[in-house]
């Protein structure tokens, strides 16, 4: 597609149930990145994904946070017995290289959870 | 002290004004400077990127990096009111491919 897409675009749950949300990086990009905004927060580093590793995990808050991509392509974020401090619009990006700055990070729309 | 700090606003502004938003940082090491426009309920958008110090002009918009002060800024000209939206800034040092580090964002409104 055009754009990073991101899927679903709204979540509710509710407490301790488990959640998936998708990412379908800009065709080609070979980078794929997670963020969390928060109300009142910047976007905060959750994953980062080169193919399909993931070299740089440390922004993933506890261990109820996962994510893998498959095929070089889409990802899917975790998040296991969903806590109401996990409700954040939760960002996917990509990028032609894994260098963070020289051609920047294209945003998807974003996946609007909340944790009720 | 963080290590980006950026003034949150709300900044309101009327119709060809000059906007001039503002981000400070701690850390000597970034060295990738980045501008993003976030509207009401979407993704940021990259407005601007430069590299190390120096000023960088697309259209109504400069970006400039203060190394030196640790201190870079994104001008707008000929202010629009679509230019309402959300501006955050974002940086990064060499290496740390993953990991941006944005200021929370400056909200601007533009008054028709």
């Known amino acids: 597609g055009a754009g990073v897409s991101q899927s679903p675009s709204n979540k509710v749950t509710e407490k301790g149930k488990d959640v998936e949300l998708r990412c379908d990086p800009i065709s080609g990009h070979t980078a794929l990145y997670w963020y969390r905004q928060s109300l009142g927060q910047g976007l905060e580093f959750l994953i980062y994904?080169?193919?399909?590793?993931?070299?740089?995990k440390s922004g993933l808050p506890s261990d109820r946070f996962s994510a893998e991509r498959t095929g070089g392509s889409v990802s899917t974020l975790t998040i296991q017995r969903t806590q109401q401090e996990d409700s954040a619009v939760y960002l996917c990006a990509s990028s032609l290289w894994g260098t963070s700055g020289m051609k920047g990070k294209y945003f998807g729309a974003g996946t609007r959870l909340s944790v009720l | 002290q963080k290590e980006v700090e950026q003034d949150p606003g709300p900044l309101s502004v009327p119709e060809g004004a000059i906007v001039s938003l503002n981000c400070t940082y701690s850390?000597?090491?970034?060295?990738?400077f980045m501008w993003y426009r976030q509207y009401s309920r979407k993704g940021p958008e990259l407005l601007m990127y430069?590299?190390?110090?120096g000023n960088k002009e697309d259209g109504r918009f400069t970006a400039q990096v203060d190394k030196s002060s640790k201190y870079i800024s994104l001008f707008i000209r000929d202010s629009q009111p679509s230019d309402s939206a959300t501006y955050l800034c974002?940086?990064?040092?060499?290496?740390?491919?993953?990991?941006?580090?944005f200021g929370k964002g400056t909200k601007l409104s533009v008054k028709p």
């Open positions: 430069t590299y190390s110090s």
């Open positions: 994904f080169q193919g399909n590793s993931a070299p740089d």
């Open positions: 850390n000597s090491a970034f060295q990738y």
């Open positions: 974002a940086m990064s040092g060499r290496g740390s491919q993953g990991n941006l580090i």
